[in-house]
């Protein structure tokens, strides 16, 4: 589908106003996260960016953007930052973009406890936990918007992939879940499923697998010599990779429209493969995510 006409028929109906709506995003040291800030903040949106390292604050401090510490492994920095943020609005908050998280390579079996719990305390548990610190927030005002930063790989499992694939569909659960129990209020949650997106993602998550994966030892050593070698390559870009632009589209698009979507996909393959899943058996699916790469 053609990203520039995928929102056709779906104009933004609600008073576009952004005048006093604030806007807390996670990870936006780069990427999705930076540009999504910085392309909310030119629209009038009071963003409030979040980032593990308090040294990435002074680019968005010189921007005039607000910059806060949110690290989701660590419950004290949570509360922290919600803490800070709703001092500084006076007790709301117009919307949240989870955004940050990061990918663990690397076949089930060679993951350890330990890779999979530090996965699902960054991509799930600090997801849930500033959440549901927020909620009653939304609740309190009457309104709000809950944006989920999920990924083609929280409903299209891909080989290689699977501490990153239950966190994701851990969250498309999650998210799917909170909206059945948010009926019937003015707060509205939204999935965000991008494929292939110019960010950090890649390197992100060549060192995670050279922190967690024994790939010398591993029966999948050859498979993952492949891997690094891709890893390695730099300056390559995947097919169909589309800039960070893409997924502010669909953000703003969440946040302004009357009647927000449910998902959003963004890139090719995400359109690709959520027509495929409703179309093919299971294993005629697996087939052919056996063969992506």
């Known amino acids: 589908m053609n990203e520039a006409t995928s929102l056709k028929g779906e104009a933004v109906t609600e008073n ?13 040291s780069s990427g999705i996260g930076k540009c999504v800030a910085e392309g909310l903040h030119q629209r009038g949106y009071r963003v409030f960016a979040s980032v593990r390292d308090p040294g990435d604050c002074a680019e968005f401090h010189a921007a005039g953007i607000e910059c806060l510490v949110l690290d989701y492994c660590d419950s004290a920095s949570i509360q922290s930052a919600v803490e800070q943020v709703l001092d500084k609005t006076g007790g709301h908050l117009y919307a949240l973009f989870n955004n940050g998280a990061y990918g663990q390579p690397g076949a089930c079996e060679d993951l350890s406890r330990a890779a999979i719990r530090q996965q699902f305390e960054t991509n799930v548990f600090g997801w849930m936990e500033l959440t549901n610190l927020i909620i009653p927030v939304m609740r309190a005002q009457g309104y709000g918007r809950i944006i989920q930063n999920s990924s083609i790989l929280g409903f299209a499992a891909m080989s290689m992939r699977g501490a990153y694939n239950a966190s994701k569909f851990a969250i498309e659960g999650f998210s799917d879940t909170m909206r ?37 030892n591993s029966i999948h050593r050859e498979d993952y010599q492949k891997m690094i070698q891709r890893f390695e390559v730099k300056g390559k870009v995947q097919p169909f990779t589309l800039p960070p632009e893409a997924v502010l589209k669909r953000v703003v698009h969440a946040l302004e429209s009357k009647r927000p979507r449910i998902r959003y996909p963004v890139t090719f393959p995400t359109y690709l493969f959520g027509w495929l899943r409703r179309l093919l058996t299971d ?11």
Do not use: W, Y
């Open 16 to 28: 576009t106003s952004t005048q006093d709506r604030s806007v807390l995003i996670t990870g936006c």
């Open 180 to 216: 059945l129990e948010l009926v019937g209020t003015d707060i509205h949650v939204s999935l965000i499923e991008p494929g292939p997106i110019e960010s950090q993602f890649r390197p992100n998550a060549h060192r995670a697998f050279q922190k967690h994966i024994d790939a010398t």
């Open 283 to 293: 294993r005629m699916l697996d087939r052919i995510l056996s063969r992506v790469g």
